[in-house]
């Protein structure tokens, strides 16, 4: 039995279901997982060393699986019987396309854990091409912006590593009554997922006088976002759904709804999008990000463009032949051998 190393920084959402599905899919695997909480980002991405000093098997394993969260390097560098095991570097995300707020500064900090990281690995695994794209542009960016001494080939080295293959996704059964008309928001209401741009959308429509329903889902901070605060606001008689929902309920509701949309500056996988649109919800996203891996031109309307956004789902509310695209290709079923074969290479 082959015995992992699985190490998470950061047990977000998405990062918490791609660790609880390996654990529970793969067979075959011994694991042993340190995960840390989803909380002071800065502090995990740089800290966390510190926080595993003493929290490492004595024994060496026969493989280790870590995100890009982990600062791998320094790790390695600190654990000897972490030397020799063949390691594979995951990319939920890098730092190098990450946005930032306007009350952020971006630093090069966050980055260069990940570029030593990858240096530092065997593999490099992205969940999609948008990610391993934008971070090898990113790496080869960064390296010009060095001020001497810069090794100028340094994407090129990475390059040969990477692959793609991405979180799977557990299918949503769709439910027998859709609700053609029912627009669904599951998304984090943040900065990166521009919430305000879905919210002038939807109150646009309500405006035209188009008849539709909203559940606006998803995590929020403890403070009313501007933009939900609107919709509640202005829209309140369209809102059948509003707040985190248990994971049936949740299940269910995709089940049922007509349309998911993403207004997002960042993604790149769309596990939230994959979800709806598995169970039959027509995606409506931007073209952009990783979106055109996933979605035909149909549902993509042009980026930052609140008018093509609006005509975009003004005409899916008004299409009762329109159907969701096929995304089994993202899903646990088709997925589960490619990550087999990757873990047990």
């Known amino acids: 039995m082959t015995r992992i190393l699985l190490l998470s920084a ?15 899919h793969i067979e075959g695997i011994d694991w042993t997982v340190r995960e ?6 800065a502090w995990r991405i740089r800290g966390n060393p510190l926080s595993w000093l003493d929290d490492m098997p004595a ?6 699986l870590a995100t890009s969260m982990v600062d791998l390097a320094t790790l390695r560098g600190l654990h000897p019987q972490l030397t020799d095991a063949p390691t594979i570097y995951y ?3 890098n730092q190098l396309a990450y946005p930032v707020s306007r009350n952020q500064v971006r630093t090069i900090e966050h980055a260069i854990v990940q570029i030593y990281g990858a240096l530092a690995a065997d593999e490099l695994l992205f969940n999609s091409d948008y ?3 934008t971070f090898l542009e990113g790496v080869g960016q960064f390296a010009d912006k060095m001020p001497d001494r810069a090794p100028r080939d340094l994407a090129d080295r990475l390059a040969p590593k990477c692959r793609v293959l991405p979180v799977p996704v557990e299918p949503v059964p769709a439910a027998g009554n859709r609700d053609r008309r029912l627009i669904v928001w599951n998304h984090r209401w943040e900065y990166d997922k521009r919430p305000e741009l879905f919210a002038e959308a939807v109150c646009r429509l309500a405006n035209e006088g188009v008849d539709f329903r909203l559940a606006l889902l998803g995590k929020r901070p403890r ?15 369209h809102i059948v759904a509003d707040g985190l929902l248990p994971r049936t309920d949740y299940r269910a509701l995709l089940g049922h709804a007509g349309i998911v949309v993403s207004t997002a500056a960042h993604e790149f996988q769309g596990l939230s999008m994959l979800e709806a649109v598995s169970a039959g919800a027509i995606p409506v996203v931007p073209d952009a990000l990783c979106y055109p891996e996933q979605y035909p031109d149909r549902f993509r309307y042009p980026a930052d463009d609140i008018e093509g956004l609006v005509s975009r789902l003004h005409a899916i509310l008004c299409d009762e032949q329109s159907k969701a695209p096929d995304v089994s290709r993202w899903t646990s079923r ?8 990757a873990l047990n290479a």
Do not use: C, M
Request: charged content about 35%; hydrophobic content about 35%.
């Open 10 to 24: 950061y047990r977000s959402d998405s990062h918490a279901a791609w660790v609880d599905w390996l654990v529970t």
């Open 36 to 41: 840390l909480p989803d909380r002071h980002f």
């Open 59 to 64: 024994e060496p394993p026969d493989r280790v």
């Open 91 to 93: 990319f939920h995300e």
């Open 131 to 133: 990610n391993r794209r």
């Open 223 to 237: 403070r009313t976002p501007a933009a939900l605060a609107r919709i509640r606001k202005e829209l309140g008689e």
């Open 334 to 341: 088709n997925l589960t051998q490619l990550w087999r074969d």
